[in-house]
């Protein structure tokens, strides 16, 4: 393979603004050649952004084939359906968390990569988030000693975001379920990263805002995870159309002292220990969105060749079993297991 790849986008939302700006940091080593989207509107946008070819569905865009790669920014219960397909036509497949909104469904999109040889990745972007690998870093040199417990607090106003309510990203028939499924996994990959492997959840679930949205969406969720190492986390996602203060997106305490990432996605880390008992804010403040060119480059040099994935994509269906796990503890009202992946 020549040393830059073709990609198709398919899906051309909200989030595929964010991966084209992460290809244009991609030296080059990336070209869009088609665009896939039911909206014309869309379709013809991108196609004038990047000079590629416009499809209105997946299939002909398959057919044409002149790309090596996909990325697939499609509602979530279209994830299972289009993943297989492009790894069957012979692509390789990026695919926007969550892989898919059931495990049978993750086991076949699973399946179908393995048969398929080609290069598979969920794009879980806070595995690349700067602040998130920035305090990774900081508890394996041991900065805040003995990690025991974190706080994740996953949170969005109209203060810093504009909402579209009529989005498919507020109906739970496309989304798999309601705030949990559509954007919380992003603030759960990061504690996996720096505690370990979630073994058990209990959570509740609300919607303060159901005089806008359907009254099975949850808007609020609290969730408390236990660790299979011991170690504890709580969870809160809130979405709401009230101004919210300020708050850390996330709390790291340790034996030794605190590591906290900022909110309003625009990031920034501070470490609290004996040596910085005011606080210790470290530069350059990179914010969430920063992790897309990252994991563009990630997903770019693995078809190219150069490396593998730094997570497999089994470790990708963690976050959905976590959120359906705090699902079913809905029902039972008690601790639930999380489980694991059996491909068997």
Same mark, same amino acid.
């Given at each position: 393979?020549?040393?830059?790849?073709?990609?198709?986008?398919?899906? @051309?939302?909200?989030? #595929?603004?964010?991966?084209?700006?992460?290809?244009?940091?991609?030296?080059?080593?990336? $070209?869009?050649? &088609?665009?896939?989207?039911?909206?014309?509107?869309?379709?013809?946008?991108?196609?004038?952004?990047?000079?590629?070819?416009?499809? $209105?569905?997946?299939?002909?865009?398959?057919?044409?084939?002149?790309?090596?790669?996909?990325?697939?920014?499609?509602?979530?219960?279209?994830?299972?359906?289009?993943?297989?397909?492009?790894?069957?036509?012979?692509?390789?497949?990026?695919?926007? /968390?969550?892989?898919?909104?059931?495990?049978?469904? @993750?086991?076949?999109? =699973?399946?179908? &990569?393995?048969?398929?040889?080609?290069?598979?990745?969920?794009?879980?972007?806070?595995?690349?988030?700067?602040? %998130? %690998?920035?305090?990774?870093?900081?508890?394996? *040199?041991? #900065?805040?000693?003995?990690?025991?417990?974190?706080?994740?607090?996953?949170?969005?106003?109209?203060?810093?975001?504009?909402?579209?309510?009529?989005?498919?990203?507020?109906?739970?028939?496309?989304? !798999?379920?309601?705030?949990?499924?559509?954007?919380?996994?992003?603030?759960?990959?990061?504690?996996?990263?720096?505690?370990?492997?979630? *073994? *058990?959840?209990?959570?509740?679930?609300?919607?303060?805002?159901?005089?806008?949205? #359907?009254?099975?969406?949850?808007?609020?969720?609290?969730?408390?995870?236990?660790?299979?190492? !011991? /170690?504890?986390?709580?969870?809160?996602?809130?979405?709401?159309?009230?101004?919210?203060?300020?708050?850390?997106?996330?709390?790291?305490?340790?034996? /030794?002292?605190?590591?906290?990432?900022?909110?309003?996605?625009?990031?920034?880390?501070?470490?609290?220990?004996?040596?910085?008992?005011?606080?210790?804010?470290?530069?350059?403040?990179?914010?969430?969105? #920063?992790?897309?060119?990252?994991?563009?480059?990630?997903?770019?040099? @693995?078809?190219?060749?150069?490396?593998?994935?730094?997570?497999?994509?089994?470790?990708? %269906? !963690?976050?959905?079993?976590?959120?359906?796990?705090?699902?079913?503890? =809905?029902?039972?009202? $008690?601790?639930?297991?999380?489980?694991?992946?059996?491909?068997?």
């Amino acid at each position: 393979m020549s040393k830059s790849i073709r990609l198709a986008l398919v899906g @051309c939302g909200y989030i #595929a603004q964010h991966h084209y700006n992460a290809i244009l940091k991609c030296n080059g080593l990336a $070209k869009v050649t &088609a665009v896939v989207d039911v909206n014309d509107e869309r379709t013809a946008d991108y196609s004038s952004k990047t000079g590629a070819k416009a499809f $209105k569905s997946l299939k002909d865009a398959l057919t044409w084939g002149e790309f090596d790669a996909v990325d697939i920014m499609l509602p979530h219960h279209l994830h299972e359906e289009a993943a297989v397909e492009c790894l069957e036509a012979g692509k390789h497949v990026l695919l926007e /968390k969550p892989m898919a909104v059931s495990l049978a469904a @993750c086991r076949n999109v =699973l399946a179908a &990569a393995k048969r398929s040889g080609k290069v598979f990745m969920v794009c879980e972007n806070a595995q690349y988030w700067p602040e %998130v %690998v920035k305090a990774k870093q900081l508890i394996e *040199e041991e #900065a805040i000693g003995d990690v025991y417990y974190a706080k994740a607090h996953y949170w969005e106003s109209p203060a810093i975001t504009d909402f579209d309510f009529d989005s498919w990203q507020y109906d739970p028939a496309q989304v !798999g379920g309601g705030l949990l499924m559509a954007g919380s996994c992003h603030w759960i990959r990061p504690l996996r990263m720096w505690l370990g492997e979630i *073994e *058990e959840v209990i959570g509740i679930t609300g919607n303060p805002l159901a005089h806008r949205i #359907a009254a099975n969406y949850e808007t609020l969720a609290d969730a408390l995870l236990r660790f299979k190492n !011991g /170690k504890t986390a709580s969870f809160t996602a809130l979405i709401i159309d009230t101004t919210l203060s300020n708050q850390p997106y996330f709390r790291i305490f340790g034996s /030794k002292g605190e590591i906290t990432i900022g909110g309003t996605f625009k990031g920034g880390l501070t470490l609290y220990n004996d040596e910085f008992p005011d606080g210790k804010a470290f530069e350059p403040v990179h914010g969430y969105f #920063a992790s897309f060119p990252f994991t563009m480059m990630e997903f770019v040099q @693995c078809v190219l060749g150069e490396k593998v994935p730094d997570v497999s994509p089994e470790y990708a %269906v !963690g976050e959905p079993m976590i959120m359906w796990a705090i699902y079913r503890s =809905l029902s039972s009202k $008690k601790w639930e297991a999380v489980g694991c992946v059996d491909m068997d």
